[in-house]
């Protein structure tokens, strides 16, 4: 009995361990299964499940036909990140938007400013790629407010007198406080001092910002344009001014620091062309107004059109007689393009030749704004040059290039942004 009960248990040993061999995880499976059922039904844990994969199903199955129906420039550029994005990945199946054609890429330093923030417009319009550096010294953000989310568009908070490494084709340098206010108010920085640094702040931006973008251009193979500007010329001994003319330039007066500086930079831009073989173009920009211009910056036109708004007597300096020649923005942002693509290294004179005295202005602001605006004579500033006007022969026939918008028709285009801008009082609480 004792020997057929151990045999019977060696049978099932022999058993059991047969069945271990050849279908272990069946055996397991068997056992564990409505257990995980039993779990799955607890506590409407099923349910959860089925709802989360019925929502996953409807997204996946909207989201491309969503896709479609979003163009890419049907909408403020600041809102169509997403649907740019989204609408090109739908139309070629899903491949990121760098593979395929080549856009340029380009760097404006000073983009945040009243010039740069229109060429930036400019070049984001024609489709390529735009890095703007500024270090909002005098460019606000608000110029730029339009393109935040745009993919094609990055804007980098920086002091060009700090060098940068990027990779770029084409450099428009601009960084450069422009205004009389600003430039006397901070003389130092807007030429070169490696011990003052803040009270020559516009002679540093003028020689280290250039000479660490001509240094970027350098290392990377990028053509490197240069916004110089008529000051060059200083009190001018030659009417009109043409590019050969060298200029009168006083070296220590309260302007020196700007007129210098480019002065300067003009020089540092030509020897790295003929020295190092960069890639170069130089622009002497003459007066030039649009909306955008800083309000309160010294500048004649934006002084007579806020006064004017403000209700406040137009300030003329010295007897008025001194004239200027007043270029519309768009106009300029052509010329700059134009010289950037076309072969020609410059300098070449970009303004209008129009030219008025500091009255005459003040009358077509009175004709646009107001007439009843009155006139208060001031004495004139230091070294205030008493006449300019640019001789644009070479930019006409080497560039193809010459102003469209008078005056008269261009002064009104400036004239709700000021107004905009001085009744929301914007100025000095924009985002810096
Ligand atoms: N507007 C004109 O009538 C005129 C005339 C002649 C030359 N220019 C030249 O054109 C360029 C642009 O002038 P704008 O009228 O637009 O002046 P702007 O003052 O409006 O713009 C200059 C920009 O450069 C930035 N910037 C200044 N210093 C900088 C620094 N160290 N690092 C980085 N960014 C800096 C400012 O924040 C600003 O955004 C300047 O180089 C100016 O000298 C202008």
Known sequence: MKQLHKQTNKDEEMQS??????????QKHHRSLPRSINYLLREQRLLFILIGIFIGSIFFIIQ????????????PAYLSTHRDVSYSAAAVGRVPVAIGSRRL????TGGAGFVGSHLVDKLIGRGNEVIVIDNFFTGRKENLVHLFG??????????????????????????????????KYNPVKTIISFFFSFICM??????????NMLGLAKRIGARFLLTST????????????????????????????????KRTAETLTMDYHRGAGVEVRI?????????????DDGRVVSNFVAQAIRKQPLTVYGDGKQTRSFQYVSDLVHGLVALMDGEHVGPFNLGN????????????????????ATIEYKPNTADDPHMRKPDISKAKELLNWEPKVPLREGLPLMVNDFRNRILNEDEGKGMK
């Open 105 to 108: 890429r380009i760097v404006v």
């Open 353 to 372: 030749p129009g030219e008025f005295t500091m009255l005459e202005l003040a009358q077509v602001v009175k004709e646009t704004i107001d007439s009843s």
């Open 150 to 183: 745009n993919p094609r568009f990055e804007l980098i908070r920086h002091d060009v007198v700090e060098p940068i490494l990027l990779e770029v084709d084409q450099i428009y340098h601009l960084a450069c406080p422009a205004s009389p206010v600003h430039y």
């Open 64 to 75: 491309p036909t969503l896709s479609h129906l979003s163009p890419p420039d049907s909408h």
């Open 17 to 26: 361990s047969a069945s271990a061999q050849y279908s272990p995880k069946s």
């Open 230 to 261: 008529s000051e060059v010329y200083g009190d001018p001994l030659e009417h009109p001014q043409k590019e050969t003319y060298w200029g009168n330039v006083n070296p220590i007066g309260e302007r020196s620091c700007y007129d210098e500086g």
């Open 202 to 211: 516009i002679y540093k931006t003028n020689v280290m910002g250039t000479l």
């Open 283 to 295: 622009a002497r920009i003459f007066n030039t107004y649009g909306p955008r211009m800083c309000l």
